[in-house]
Each structure stands twice: as structure tokens, then as C-alpha cells.
């Protein structure tokens, strides 16, 4: 899945209208508010962004991204408006992995899009992880049951793979928190506890991958 945020809404539905009629998957967004919203309940494989955007601009949305740990490594690609070339280099300083001028011709932005998820995937460690009927592709943000496909929010995903990672090893809800959600959260641990209980959930008959240690945390493992 690829998001898209965009407010002018001919180029937002050409490009997402584009993206699918290549086999892609792809949803707009207008402004900030509505892509936060998307990625708290799923994570997409790559991001374009407009930078001149309503409220929230793509450049605040990058560093907010580059600065959560399990967005770090997101492929981001900018979208720019012609002669700014101001924009495009404070992109790259804020680590975005491409850009594009705008209007982008679509060839090309379905060209670096696709490389850009091939870079993704081949830059990325191997990590894929097969636990009884329970298949995690981290690269891909892929989880699956008995190869079903199950949807996992962005914080569910990164538990899942934070422990996956880390199989073994009991993980006290400090470290999940400071992990996952970041080291300036001001969360409390029982966020871990109702992330656990509803990731679990999802994962129907794979969920007791995750154990409970009591009094200490939690740990995956078989
Ligand atoms: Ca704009």
C-alpha cells in the first residue's frame, strides 16, 4: 500500500489512479490529519509527499516520520513544485529517498516508485520471521496466519517486530515502550499491556508467539 498526500485534488487522484491501474495499491490523503489517521490504524509501504500542504507541510510530516523508530526507515519520496530547490534539498537533508518535480509524468513516477520499493526491500536485512502458522515480513510489513493476511496497526506492527527481532529475550514493558513508541513518550506501561492484548487478538491462534513473563514483561518465542 502506497499513501499519497496531496491537496490538489487532480494530481491526488491521477497519481493514486495511476499507481492502482499498475497493479499497485494506493490511497490519497489531503492533508496531514487524514494521512496520521491512516497510519495509526495500517502502515503503507511507501509515502509520497507534497511539501506545500494545508496545516501540517510534507517536510514537518517527513521529519516526524524520520524521527519515529518504526517509521525511520520508511521510503519517502517528495514530491516538489518546480524551481524550488530550497525544498528539495532540505528533503533530502531530512532523509527522504527521492523526489519528484511536480506534475510528475506518471511513466516516471510509477518507474521510481517501483524502485524505490525494490531498493526497500533488497536494503533491508532478511528479516522475515516463520513462527508455527505466523509469517512476519518486515521489509514487506507483511503478517500473516495460515496465510491469511492480518492488519496490524502501526504500534502493533512494531511490538510484533521489535520482539520477533529480539525473539527469546524477555522485554520489560519499559524497553517495549521506549522501543516502539519512542523515548520521549509519555505513555505509561499499561499501553503495552492493551497493545499485546489486541495484537494477540489478531493474531488469532498464532498470538501466544508473544508470552507473558510474569512480573517482568513479555517475550516471543515458540
Ligand atoms: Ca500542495
Redesign the pocket.
Known amino acids: 500500500m502506497i499513501y499519497l498526500v496531496?491537496?490538489?485534488e487532480s494530481i491526488r487522484e491521477l497519481v493514486v489512479y495511476t499507481l492502482c491501474s499498475t497493479g499497485l495499491e494506493a490511497r490519497g490523503f489531503a492533508c496531514a490529519e487524514e494521512f496520521w489517521g491512516a497510519m495509526r490504524a495500517s502502515m503503507p509501504s511507501l509515502v509520497l509527499l507534497?511539501?506545500?500542504?494545508p496545516g501540517e507541510d510534507?517536510l514537518e510530516i517527513l521529519r516526524r516520520l524520520r524521527e519515529a523508530p518504526d517509521t525511520a526507515k520508511l521510503p519517502v519520496m517528495m514530491l516538489t513544485?518546480r524551481g524550488t530547490e530550497y525544498d528539495k534539498v532540505r528533503g533530502l537533508e531530512l532523509g527522504a529517498d527521492d523526489y519528484l518535480a511536480k506534475p510528475p509524468g506518471m511513466m516516471e513516477l510509477v518507474a521510481r516508485v517501483k524502485r524505490l520499493l525494490r531498493r526497500s526491500e533488497t536494503d533491508s536485512e532478511p528479516e522475515e520471521y516463520s513462527v508455527g502458522g505466523l509469517f512476519v515480513s518486515i521489509p514487506r510489513r507483511l503478517v500473516t496466519v495460515n496465510g491469511k493476511e492480518v492488519s496490524l496497526t502501526l504500534k502493533e506492527f512494531g511490538l510484533l517486530a521489535f520482539m520477533l527481532k529480539n525473539s527469546g529475550i524477555v522485554m520489560s514493558r519499559d524497553k517495549l515502550l521506549s522501543a516502539v513508541w519512542g523515548y520521549n513518550y509519555e505513555g505509561e506501561t499499561r499501553t503495552v499491556d492493551t497493545h499485546i492484548l489486541t495484537l494477540r487478538g489478531k493474531l488469532g491462534e498464532c498470538g501466544q508467539v508473544i508470552r507473558t513473563v510474569r512480573g517482568v514483561g513479555y517475550k516471543a518465542g515458540r
Not at 507534497?50 to 500542504?53: G, K, Q
Open positions: 496531496e491537496d490538489e507534497d511539501i506545500m500542504l510534507g513544485a
